[in-house]
Structures are given as C-alpha cells and as structure tokens.
C-alpha cells in the first residue's frame, strides 16, 4: 500500500493550526498512524487507530479519517512541533508516507 | 520506562556484514512483537523486518530478503538483526522498535522506538 502525504512542506506561523493529509492507494480502515520526527531524533508516535493519541500526547494533536483519505490537525502550534511528519498504515505490511515538513512562517 | 538502546552499527564496505543489537527493558519483552525500521539519511521510513512473540513468525521488506536475519532472545530481552551482503543503499539508521499490534493482525505500528544507531556501507 503507497501512502502519499502532502503537502510536502507546510508554513505556519506559531500559535496557528497546520492541517497535514495522508492518501492511501486502498483503504486501511483505521489502522493508521502519525509520527513526529524532529532533527536528530527518532520517531515519536502521536496518533494510533487514526485518531486515538499517544500516552502523554497533548489535546492540540487530533487525527481523523477512514479508508484511505486521513487528517492530522496541530491546534496552536508551538515551537517543538515544526519537525517532520510521517503517517503509517498497519492494515497489512506497514507502510509509511514520504513526510511533511512543517516549517516556521 | 521502556528503553530500547541499539548497537552494533559502523562502516562496512560492499558486500559485509554486520550484527545490531537492541537491549530491552521497562515492559515484557517476550509479550511484543519487534521491528527494526531504517531511515537512510535525507528520507524517509521504512520497515525492514519484524518478528512474532517467540520469533516463530518472521517477515521482511524485499529488498533485504535472503540478506537479513531478525532474530530475539527473550531471556537476554534482546533484538538482533544480522545483516549480510550489504550494499549502498542499506546505508541508514537503523531504529529498534516496539511493535504494538491487536492478537492476529496483520500489521502494527511502533509505539517506542530506540535512539538508532548508523550503518555505512561504503568503499
């Protein structure tokens, strides 16, 4: 299953929300994760089930989505949350999106 | 806490081998399924191996099939991934993962992950 993500860099300023898309070539029902990657770092799970957050993710985080169109939302946004996005299926060999970068304006 | 600390990467040239190791502990090892996802540098994710409860069940992406080896030893909490014939564009990090997954699904997503550790393969 191809994830495509767009768009592949996103320009927000801080305190405004970003909205990131995640496509998939079939339907994944729900079985969908988001990732947030900053510079140096591994990835950190944020969302699961498309729209279930992570342990200790914060409410500004909020996904959602069924079969193959899915929506993460960044209410607010601060500082530690420009980084890279990647969005994941797990309905049969998982698979991720190419990134979206989200960037300071 | 869950950690997971990976070791064992370096630079190689074409054609060698190397071991990764990736030691466990905060939560029952032998309760997971383990990944091992790799990032080459400037891209993207992308799933390399991972294996059942006991190790009985074990799958790979196909450009490392017949190349790489997934392994685990649940009374050392341990995750191995044996990597031969290495070549170019297995240059990457390689990141130890916990596979979260329902009982009898096909696929899960990784709900921690180590720091990695970097493989080079380069003449």
């Known amino acids: 299953i191809v994830m495509t993500q767009s768009p592949a860099t996103l320009s927000v300023s801080p305190g405004e929300r970003a909205t990131l898309s995640c496509r998939a070539s079939?339907?994944?029902?729900?079985?969908l994760a988001w990732y947030r990657q900053k510079p140096g770092q591994a990835p950190r799970l944020l969302i699961y089930?498309?729209?279930t957050r992570a342990t200790g993710i914060p409410a500004r985080f909020s996904g959602s989505g069924s079969g193959t169109e899915f929506t993460l939302t960044i209410s607010s946004l601060q500082s530690e949350d420009f980084a890279v996005y990647y969005c994941?299926?797990?309905?049969?060999?998982?698979?991720f999106g190419q990134g979206t970068r989200l960037e300071i304006k | 806490e869950v950690q997971l600390v990976e070791s064992g990467g370096g630079m190689v040239q074409p054609g060698g081998s190397l071991r990764l190791s990736c030691a466990a502990s905060?939560?029952?090892?032998?309760?997971?399924?383990m990944a091992w996802v790799r990032q080459a540098p400037g891209e993207g994710l992308e799933l390399v191996a991972n294996?059942?409860?006991?190790?009985?069940?074990?799958y790979y992406v196909d450009s490392v099939k017949g190349r790489f080896t997934i392994s685990r030893d649940n009374a050392k909490n341990s995750l191995y991934l044996q990597m031969n014939s290495l070549r170019a564009d297995d240059t990457a990090v390689y990141y130890c993962?916990?596979?979260?997954?329902?009982?009898?699904?096909?696929?899960?997503?990784?709900?921690?992950w180590g720091q990695g550790t970097l493989v080079t393969v380069s003449s």
């Open positions: 993962a916990r596979d979260w997954r329902y009982f009898d699904a096909s696929g899960g997503y990784c709900d921690y």
């Open positions: 905060g939560f029952t090892f032998s309760s997971y399924w």
């Open positions: 294996i059942d409860l006991d190790g009985s069940e074990k």
């Open positions: 079939q339907s994944v029902s729900t079985n």
């Open positions: 089930g498309a729209s």
């Open positions: 994941q299926q797990y309905n049969n060999w998982p698979t």
